[in-house]
């Protein structure tokens, strides 16, 4: 069984199919055809949560301005999602809307600021693998 972080959504394996509980909605036997180990090790990467902060140095020279980051157990197929760690900083709000696009590799994340970048460290969460 898992739990995201709210702990509100629950998964498990139950003879090759998929239950899933939010507190709202329940939907039962949704049909996988996947190994309990497969849907175990896809439901845990894609609940894994990391934070990485974004150095204002950094930055590529040009535009568009690039940052890697390594990210253990990232990978290429990847499509996780990414926000703003918790600040109380006005300019560190403002400079996370300049990372416009974010790409994975595998064991890392590369963040991209199309035509400005930011000129303070930025605190990124970055949930699923």
Partial sequence: MTFDTTGKI???Y???KVQI???NIYANDITTGAP???LFSELQYNNMITTVTLVSSDWSASAPYTQTVSVNGMRA??????WLADTNSAAVANAFYYIDIMTTANGSVTFKCLSSKPT????IIIKGR
């Fill in 10 to 12: 629950i998964y498990w």
């Fill in 14 to 16: 139950k003879e090759n």
């Fill in 21 to 23: 509980y939010t507190g």
């Fill in 36 to 38: 309990e180990a497969d």
């Fill in 77 to 82: 197929s990847a499509n996780p999602f990414f």
């Fill in 120 to 123: 303070v460290n930025v605190p």
